[in-house]
């Protein structure tokens, strides 16, 4: 059966294909020569098919030319430098690292040094570059995966490190589950830990963190960091579930004492003023911690202490779930009260709509929304949820301020 020719009035691949090669070439020749985006890519995939060697080449050119640069990138021009970066980015995982890794890992060495001198000549007011690199950042740590068992690739990416710390930690964090721990602990045994320069400590203690080495990322802990109720629930995590439970009890006792080196987390207490505001993260992991300790009854406790002062769902529903049967209905029915009398009609609209339980939601609408004082930002969602049902209440929300 004989083909039949692409529709003259569709452009897509096709019916460009259609055309023949060396229609597509000179297309292609004339619209490259006012595209240097295009000129370049065509170089770059025509370097790709060539093979390995010219492939380096060609995105070594380019790479330093754009490091050498010193002018600087208007907002006009900088998405052509974001899709520049794009384009080397891709030619480097696509068509370079599948064939040659340690290649492609040096070479993406490279793609994430640019960076610094960028931020210093790029007008980048909505943060597109840097989310560029951040976005990428998964994609560095699975081609090193790659290039793992060569020691020379990874001590040049350790250095890499080494030398913008700060970055990298940015893009360790990123790094999703590309980075295995069996890399971060490599990258480790050849860095300084100890090292001064700033923004080293965060770099390492990332890595730390990825290659599960607790002991060294506690060392990195400092007493400033220790005084933060945040900080303090992160460690006593960490320390709990590697069943180290009474070091986890330090680590959050360590953000209830004022002192020198926590007073600005402890809003300037002195040791006499008594505990400190604590957050919500400290107050989750004392539960976690209270659970470890076999200390059940005090965990649950403080789960509804939790949810009668925040209405907080996720600490009712685990009191729910510890609670034997028909206990939890009685609970429940307990803590919806709670909610329908709590302070703020917004807060307590709110938990109901998620819960769910429209019933008692529009109940509270039709009893106090007499109290709304500032516009509800959930307003017009929270009616048309209960307009099927309840559309009295409904409209009664509606007409709230």
Known sequence: MARRPASPKRLNAASLASLGADRLGELLMQAADGDALLKRRLRLVL??????EPLTVELDKRLTALASARARVSWRKRPDLLRDLDMLRRAVVV???????VAGLDRLIAWFDLFRGLTLRVKDPRGEMTAAFETAAPELWTVAQTALMDQAAMERLAAA???HPLDYARWIGAAGEALSPELARALLALMDTGSGIRGARTAVRRLADRA?????????VTPDEQGSPDFAAAAARRLLTAGRVVEARQALEAA???TAANRRFTFGRSPSAGPPPLTQAWEAASIDLLEAEGRKAEAQDLRWVLFERDLSAPALRTYLSRLPDFDDVEALDRALAH????????TALGFLMDWPVHREAAALVERRIREVRSPLAMKADWAARLAQKYPD???RLLAAP
């Open 95 to 101: 068509d370079l690292a599948p064939t040659a890794p």
């Open 393 to 395: 209440a409904a409209e």
């Open 212 to 220: 599960e080495d607790l002991d060294l990322w506690l060392s990195l």
């Open 161 to 163: 490190i080494e030398r």
């Open 47 to 52: 370097a790709a098919e060539a093979g390995v």
């Open 256 to 258: 209830l004492k004022p």
């Open 339 to 346: 909610a329908a009398a709590y302070a703020d009609f917004e």
